[in-house]
């Protein structure tokens, strides 16, 4: 049993949506800040988005902005990231994380408590 499991990736076309999901096991959602990861081969994790702990503020990547969405829904014990407009360079692991509130607006490294098995995203022109 894994802490966060994220489904909803796949493969699609320059443009496309996707819409991702996250679903916590075994803790305290609501007692967390959640965000959004993604990597790519060879390359640093970086963070996507940010969502507080009731989800009443947000902040994203200037790479996303405009095109993704995060948001929760806590009676659902749900964490989603809807992607617009996507992008071949949008294509990584996306990964669902539990992560310490402190600064979130920063979108820097920070504290993670859980981590998802990751979900994978695949934009092609």
């Known amino acids: 049993q894994v802490p966060l499991v994220e489904s909803g990736g796949g493969s699609v076309q320059t443009g496309g949506s996707l819409r991702l999901s996250c679903a916590p096991s075994?803790?305290?959602?609501?007692?967390?800040?959640m965000a959004w990861f993604r990597q790519q081969p060879g390359k640093e994790r970086e963070g996507v988005a940010t969502?507080?702990?009731?989800?009443?503020?947000?902040y994203y990547a200037d790479s996303v902005k405009g095109r993704f969405t995060i948001s929760r829904d806590n009676a659902k014990l749900t964490v989603y990231l809807q992607m617009n407009s996507l992008k071949p360079e949008d294509t990584a692991m996306y990964y669902c994380?539990?992560?310490?509130?402190?600064?979130?607006?920063?979108?820097?490294?920070?504290?993670?408590?859980?981590w998802g098995q990751g979900t994978q995203v695949t934009v092609s022109s």
């Open positions: 994380a539990a992560v310490s509130c402190t600064n979130i607006a920063t979108l820097k490294p920070r504290p993670v408590y859980y």
């Open positions: 075994g803790f305290a959602f609501n007692d967390y800040c």
């Open positions: 969502i507080s702990t009731i989800g009443g503020n947000t």
